[in-house]
């Protein structure tokens, strides 16, 4: 009995190896792996003993590993298994989507859980892809037909700002605010924002070119990143850093910054190219629409 349980584990531990999928070993249900197999290793970056000891956190998106915990809970009670797609992070932080199922497993007695982790990368960017470019248009689009409204320039912008933050890929906070250039050519002055407290607004009510982020991406005239983002005490100045970074675009005109946008970001997130793209095109469709409110008031 004892040779045809060794003769199974062994089979089990070849076919582990052998598999052209990610598999992985945790403490139920995304604990502690245990134990990985060689396509793991690859697909993860990581070393076999690396991974070992790390957790589903260390290895699942931040921004999505809530949501996934969530369903993944969900669907083991009903089913007592779970199928699901979300985003892995490699060793060198980068993200890629993979399709992942899950199942009790018992192992020497213990009950345990085996992760199956499958790359699918061409079907899910196609896929991304063309939500992104249908999301894009339509925020384009109505921001075009917001223009043709007689509506005054501040309630503009904080349209614009709901309908950036609206967005369900742009990884967000649910905050943003929107800056313009006005009487001193060399000073951010907020017009409009969304979900910020009364001591950010104070604070950044006016922003000087070249004076924190803002100022930096104005100055620079380019867009910048920022993945952690200091935080102001009740003096105005720096307190600690906070889990929340941003996206500051600049808007221009003829060479000259005439506004920015600010879009606060969740704690985790990865920069992605997409994301700044889309709101290089939002600032792109501001410019005009900016200018000739300016004019028209």
């Not at 199974?8 to 792996?33: C, H, M, N, Q």
């Not at 003993?49 to 083991?76: M, S, T, Y």
């Amino acid at each position: 009995m004892t040779g045809a349980l060794e003769e199974s584990e062994e089979k089990y531990r070849t076919l582990f190896e052998l598999a052209g999928d990610a598999l992985l070993i945790v403490v139920p249900t995304w604990g502690e792996i245990l134990d990985t197999n060689e396509a793991a290793v690859k697909m993860l970056g990581y070393s076999k003993g690396e991974l070992r000891g790390l957790c589903g956190r260390d290895i699942i998106a931040a921004e999505v590993f809530e949501e996934v915990n969530h369903k993944c809970q969900n669907q083991i009670k009903e089913k007592g298994q779970f199928l699901l797609e979300t985003y892995w992070v490699r060793k060198d932080g980068s993200k890629f989507p993979v399709e992942v199922s899950g199942k009790p497993l018992k192992l020497q007695g213990k009950v345990l859980f085996q992760l199956i982790g499958r790359d699918i990368p061409e079907r899910k960017q196609a896929e991304e892809r063309i939500r992104w470019n249908y999301d894009t248009q339509n925020v384009i689009n109505s921001i075009l037909r917001l223009s043709l409204e007689d509506i005054h320039l501040e309630k503009l912008l904080k349209r614009v700002v709901d309908l950036i933050l609206s967005v369900p890929w742009l990884t967000s906070e649910s905050r943003g605010s929107i800056f313009l250039v006005e009487d001193d050519p060399q000073v951010l002055k907020m017009k409009t924002q969304n979900g910020l407290d009364e001591l950010r607004q104070k604070v950044c009510a006016q922003v000087p070119f070249g004076k924190c982020f803002c100022g930096k991406a104005a100055l620079k005239h380019e867009i910048q990143y920022v993945s952690i983002c200091p935080n102001y005490n009740s003096n105005n100045s720096y307190k600690s850093n906070t889990s929340h970074g941003h996206y500051y675009v600049p808007i221009m005109f003829a060479g000259k910054i005439i506004g920015l946008i600010c879009v606060y970001l969740r704690e985790g997130h990865q920069h992605d190219q997409r994301e700044e793209e889309f709101l290089n095109s939002v600032a792109n469709a501001l410019t005009g629409i900016i200018m000739r409110k300016k004019v028209e008031e």
